[in-house]
């Protein structure tokens, strides 16, 4: 069976969809940012809280625990995504697909047992 080898011309249609989508979103930005009404007052600078009057500071420190959380949960989410590919091709990987998808669940498991070790999932 003959090997199709694409050229550099095949990848040109991709190419100029890309520019035409930059070239839109370019010129829409251009066009509305120059034609559109600019009325800078006092009022529309002012912060906007759905309604309620903003008050103290925004920069308010709270506990890194939240960013922690936030970024294990994507971390372990995302990891996720890798067994789905797997999960379809499950038996045309065979033994030696399941043998490697042991090892990175078991990858996993040390590195939840690690953040637990650690406490990164503890409120106090």
């Given at each position: 069976m003959?090997?199709?080898v694409s050229s550099p011309i095949d990848?040109?249609?991709i190419a100029l969809m890309f520019m035409v989508a930059l070239g839109f979103v370019a010129t829409t930005m251009f066009v509305t940012h120059k034609l559109g009404?600019?009325?800078k007052t006092k009022i529309k600078s002012a912060t906007f809280e759905c309604g309620i009057e903003p008050e103290g500071n925004a920069r308010v420190p709270f506990s890194i625990k939240y960013f922690l959380v936030a970024i294990l949960f994507v971390l372990f989410d995302v990891e996720v995504i890798f067994m789905y590919p797997w999960?379809?091709?499950f038996k045309t990987l065979g033994l030696v697909g399941f043998l490697e998808m042991l090892t990175f669940v078991a990858f996993l498991l040390?590195?939840?047992y690690y953040i637990l070790k650690k406490g990164a999932l503890k409120w106090e």
């Open positions: 003959p090997v199709a990848f040109l249609p009404p600019s009325r999960a379809v091709n040390v590195g939840f």
